[in-house]
C-alpha cells in the first residue's frame, strides 16, 4: 500500500490524523490528510466549549465542518471528547454539585444526539487521572461531583448512541510501570467487573524527553486488551519525530489483535500543537514525507 491509512486497512485497523476546522480551507493541508489518513478526529471542534458554548445551546458549527469533510471524503470519525477537566466553557467552570453533575449528563446527551450513530468511537472521559505516583483521580471540578462520575458518564453514553464505541482516554498511560497507567487499569478492570459499558481504551502517546516511548508500551496495550476492551492511540506525537521510536509504536499495534488504529495529532509539524520545532509529525511544514513517514508505511 502506498497510503497510511491503505496500509492500515491491510490489517483491519485505520490510521488516523487530527483535524482542525480553520485549515479545511488550505488545500495542501487537505490534499495531504485525504490522501493519507482513514480516520479523523476534531483536534477541538467537539470539545466541550465548542459544543455548547451556553448553557443548552449547542453549537455543531466547526464540529460539522470536521465532521462533514470527513464523511464527504469517505472517513470514519472519532469523537473527542464528551466530560474533561479542560477547555469547559464558563458557565460549566463555574458549576458544582449537582448541576455540575447534571450539566455533564446534559452535555453528553446532547451532542452524542447530534452525531448519533456516525461515530466509530467516542473520548467519553478525557484525562480523568492524576499525574505523579498517586494512581488516583485528578482533582477537578467534575471528580467533586463524586467518584462515580465517569461511570455516570459512560452509562449516559451507552443510551445516548448505543452504536459508538466508549473510549476512555488519556496520556502518560504509555508505560507499563506508572502509577497512572495501573490506576486507569484498575478503573477499566472494575468497570468490566461491574458491568459499567466500556468499550475502549485511548492511549493518547505523546511521548517527550519527560514521558518517553517504552518498549513496555506493548505490555500496556495487550495489558489493557485482555481485559476485553479495544485499545486505539489517539493523539500520537513523538518530540523529535524518531523514525524509529514510530516503527516501534507501531509493531507495538500490530502485536496486539484489539489494537484497531492510530491516529497521530496533526497532519505537518507546521500544524501541530506541539509547535514546529518539536518536528513531531510525519510530514514536514513543506508537505514532505519525512523519514518516520517511511518508518510507519513500511511497519504497517
Ligand atoms: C489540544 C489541541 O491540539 C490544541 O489545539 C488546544 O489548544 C489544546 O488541546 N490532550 C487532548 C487533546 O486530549 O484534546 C489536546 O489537544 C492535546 C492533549
New binding site residues.
Partial sequence: ASTLGAAAQQSGRYFGT?I?SGKLGDSAYTSIANREFDMVTA??EM?IDATEPNRGQFNFTNGDRVFNWARQNGKRVRG??LA?H??QPGWMQSLSGSSLRQAMIDHINGVMAHYRGNIYAW?VV??AFADGNSGGRRSSNLQSTGNDWIEVAFRTARNADPAAKLCY?D?NIDNWTWAKTQGVYNMVRDFKQRGVPIDCVGL?S?FNSNSPYNSNYRTTISSFAALGVDVQIT?LDIQGGSASTYASVVNDCLAVARCTGITV??VRDSDS?LGSSASPLLFDGSGNKKGAYNSVLNAL
Fill in positions: 487530527a482542525a483536534e477541538n470539545k473527542h471528547t474533561w479542560s477547555q473520548d478525557n484525562e482516554n496520556y493518547q505523546h493523539e495529532w496533526g500543537w
